[in-house]
């Protein structure tokens, strides 16, 4: 993997970092730190979710096909409504 793969990875977490940090500030009534103690961890958690979501996007564009990329990236809503009936008993639409 080269240098830029990382790059590009680092600036899209700083940026989005600094952005979602900007806007829940100027949103909400308890601020960034306040909403952040209300909310807890599910919400940290959540964070490093999406961190590992976008990094893995960047590295799989980065370093395959895009078509490729995009056919796994397809698959999300079909895999997301499998584990969700294995592991939480979820019935899903048969459109999904």
Same mark, same amino acid.
């Given at each position: 993997?080269?240098?830029?793969t990382f790059d590009? @990875? !680092?600036?899209?977490?700083?940026? *989005? /970092? &600094?952005?979602?940090?900007? !806007?829940?500030?100027? #949103? =909400?009534?308890?601020? &960034?730190?306040?909403t952040l103690r209300a909310?807890?961890?599910?919400?940290?958690?959540?964070?490093?979710?999406?961190?590992?979501? @976008? *990094?893995? &996007?960047?590295?799989?564009?980065?370093? /395959?096909? $895009?078509?490729?990329?995009? $056919?796994?990236?397809? /698959?999300?809503? @079909?895999? @997301?409504?499998? &584990?969700?009936? $294995?592991?939480?008993? =979820? $019935? *899903?639409? #048969?459109? *999904?």
């Amino acid at each position: 993997m080269s240098d830029s793969t990382f790059d590009t @990875a !680092f600036l899209l977490g700083l940026f *989005t /970092t &600094l952005s979602m940090s900007i !806007f829940i500030q100027l #949103r =909400e009534d308890k601020g &960034l730190i306040g909403t952040l103690r209300a909310s807890g961890w599910p919400v940290i958690v959540s964070g490093l979710f999406m961190l590992g979501s @976008a *990094t893995t &996007l960047i590295f799989s564009l980065k370093n /395959t096909s $895009v078509a490729n990329a995009i $056919v796994i990236l397809s /698959t999300s809503p @079909a895999l @997301a409504a499998l &584990l969700s009936w $294995v592991f939480l008993g =979820e $019935v *899903t639409r #048969r459109a *999904t």
